[in-house]
């Protein structure tokens, strides 16, 4: 029994000593594991709803983010910064809210004219442009200026703003009438609900490869030259200078562009 004890003994201490001295026990490999899991810094907190247009967004029928160019992008600045990614799906209505709290660190395809303060976010680089498209049915007149959408219902998107339109929908003279997606729009102006869909060329070209409609449409490019997408970063983040750094590293290596061309659909050029 004594010895049977005395053997219960040795183990107990041997298991005390390998947890205190790690590197002893396992060698240098543990030891660098340990630290791997040491030097991983805070989830980045990056604001991706469905709201944002395919390719932008890409969500599972369970309504998780399941690809698009946002989680392309933004799962590789989170490996710049040796940190996982928390996605919080946060409707475009209540992010720059978020973003200046710092409760969202990132949000992504945003330009400063589609948000109420810009000043009090930081931007990273153009990370592209995009052509602004109003998309009719065939059988409609082309629209070539703002006076061809004047009484007219407009497809729009929850929470988003359009510069060019935006007086005449404070002075009624154009009916802004929102959903949730630009498929919904689209289907809306199939069935003759609406006169006329706001939507971007990536997303629109990327659903009319995938989707069939009961119509046929044509995309008329609006009138003014077409913005620069950005991403915003919340003042807040401790780290916002790293993230900034991270988009420059992106778009410098070429992946920016890399990215788009895979989510292009057959657009005209």
């Known amino acids: ?148 959408l004047y009484y007219k219902r407009v497809g729009t998107t929850f929470g988003f703003i359009y510069p060019e339109l935006q007086q005449a929908f404070t002075e009624r003279l154009i009916v802004r009438d929102d959903a949730h997606s630009l498929q919904s729009n689209l289907k809306r102006l199939a069935q003759r609900r609406l006169d006329a869909v706001m939507a971007v060329d990536l997303s629109y070209f990327y659903l009319l490869d995938r989707e069939q409609f009961d119509t046929e449409f044509v995309a008329d490019p609006i009138w003014s030259s077409p913005p620069g997408v950005f991403c915003a970063v919340s003042q807040q983040s401790p780290r916002r200078q790293a993230i900034l750094r991270a988009f420059s590293r992106l778009k410098a290596q070429g992946v920016i562009e890399q990215l788009l061309q895979k989510y292009k659909g057959n657009a005209p050029g």
């Open 1 to 148: 029994m004594r010895i049977l004890q005395a053997l219960r003994g040795g183990v107990y201490s041997i298991i005390r000593c390998c947890l205190l001295l790690v590197p002893a026990c396992f060698g240098q490999a543990g030891a660098e594991g340990i630290k791997t899991l040491n030097v991983l810094s805070p989830p980045l907190k990056a604001a991706v709803s469905d709201t944002n247009a395919v390719p932008f967004a890409i969500f599972s029928r369970s309504g998780q983010l399941s690809g698009g160019m946002a989680k392309d992008i933004l799962d590789l600045v989170a490996q710049e910064l040796r940190s996982p990614v928390q996605y919080l799906d946060i409707p475009r209505a209540r992010l720059e809210p978020w973003l200046v709290a710092g409760e969202a660190e990132v949000g992504c395809f945003l330009n400063p004219d589609w948000v109420s303060q810009p000043q009090r976010f930081d931007w990273t680089d153009t990370l592209f442009f995009s052509r602004q498209l109003i998309i009719r049915r065939r059988d409609s007149a082309a629209i070539r200026g703002l006076a061809d």
